[in-house]
């Protein structure tokens, strides 16, 4: 089994771009991202997912993805969505 590699991407376009590249050749990637808290650039964990989402040809109903805490998606959300308990 290969090792996968690490990358950091600033923001969804970055990301969206090396999908677009790779998506059908890479066997995963292992995604970096910084804290909000932090002062260097990174994309959110929730666009990460949204972008990669699109790029399967699969839509989050943006209703069913709106959480209390300020539209935030949490693995658990995405499992509601999807129906994977």
């Known amino acids: 089994m290969q090792e996968k ?3 950091y991407f600033k923001n969804d376009t970055e990301w969206r771009n090396w999908l677009s590249k790779n998506h059908s050749t890479s066997e995963g990637i292992y995604l ?3 804290k909000v808290s932090n002062k260097e650039a990174s994309m959110r964990w929730e666009e990460a ?3 990669a ?4 040809g699969l ?10 805490s300020g539209g935030n998606i949490s693995a ?6 999807f129906g994977v308990h």
């Not at 989402?53 to 399967?56: D, K, W």
């Not at 839509?59 to 209390?68: D, F, Q, R, V």
């Not at 658990?76 to 969505?81: A, G, R």
């Open 59 to 68: 839509t989050l109903p943006l209703k069913a993805c709106e959480m209390e």
């Open 49 to 51: 997912v949204k972008v």
């Open 76 to 81: 658990n959300e995405i499992q509601k969505v």
């Open 32 to 34: 970096i991202f910084y």
């Open 5 to 7: 590699e690490s990358f």
């Open 53 to 56: 989402l699109v790029m399967v």
